[in-house]
């Protein structure tokens, strides 16, 4: 028989990339799922992964230490004492939620000889428990934010609140799409598997695909920002 161990990930893949333009990259939530399925998306040609808690992630990196190196995404809260663990193994951070955390990236990211590029996470409707900058504290300290060399600020990153229509997401993403262009900055990470195509339509970079391409998570109690998983 032709069984095809890949074929579930590789249609989910297949199909989400059929439905990204040019400007805009998946980045695959790998989160809650082992090394081995990583290993599957890279067979497939997917080479960047978004993971939330340190640990979890440098396991499944020392275990795909064989591969190409990959373009590793950290999504999660980032916490004042993880930041140099995480600069070593991460390329990107999404999640800079202050001035003062985006300026320790900054002085630790100079340490550690590192450009890691950064993501301002942006609020735009109220969501208790997460975090992230009101569009106006944004702008205020924008000046402070655009210059954090060596760290490369390159675009704003946000989370939809639960429960909205796909008209009411739209428009959350357009406001961050619209912020981001005027603080000139490129990015726009935004869109998960519940609402990416709003996001991709509203001008998304990354979409930030978790459940909707692996499947549903293996059970942690990984309650990010304050949002229980989906499944
Ligand atoms: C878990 C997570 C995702 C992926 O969520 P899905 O709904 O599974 O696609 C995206 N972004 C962030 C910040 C996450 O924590």
């Given at each position: 028989m032709n069984s095809d161990p890949y074929a579930p990930l590789a249609a989910r893949l297949q199909q989400i990339r059929a439905q990204l333009p040019p400007g805009t990259a998946l980045?695959?939530?790998?989160?809650?799922?082992d090394a081995g399925l990583i290993r599957q998306a890279v067979a497939l040609g997917q080479r960047s992964f978004g993971e939330s808690r340190l640990q979890e992630a440098q396991a499944k990196q020392a275990l795909l230490a064989?591969?190409?190196?990959l373009d590793w995404h950290f999504i999660g809260r980032l916490q004042a004492n993880k930041v140099r663990p995480v600069l070593r193994s991460f390329g990107t951070v999404h999640a800079i939620d202050s001035l003062a955390l985006a300026q320790r990236v900054a002085r630790i990211a100079a340490e550690e000889n590192r450009a890691p590029q950064l993501f301002f996470q942006v609020k735009f409707l109220p969501d208790a428990g997460k975090g992230g900058f009101s569009p106006e504290e944004l702008q205020q300290l924008w000046t402070q934010l655009r210059d954090l060399a060596p760290a490369r600020p390159v675009g704003l990153m946000t989370i939809t609140p639960l429960g909205l229509s796909p008209q009411q997401s739209r428009a959350v993403f357009e406001s961050c799409r619209a912020l981001a262009d005027a603080c000139g900055l490129p990015g726009c990470s935004m869109g998960m598997s519940g609402d990416w195509q709003q996001a991709v339509a509203a001008g998304s970079t990354w979409v930030r695909i978790g459940s909707g391409l692996?499947?549903?998570?293996?059970?942690?109690?990984?309650?990010h920002q304050g949002r229980p998983l989906a499944e």
């Open positions: 980045l695959a939530v790998s989160k809650g799922h064989d591969l190409e190196p692996f499947g549903s998570r293996v059970p942690s109690n990984d309650l």
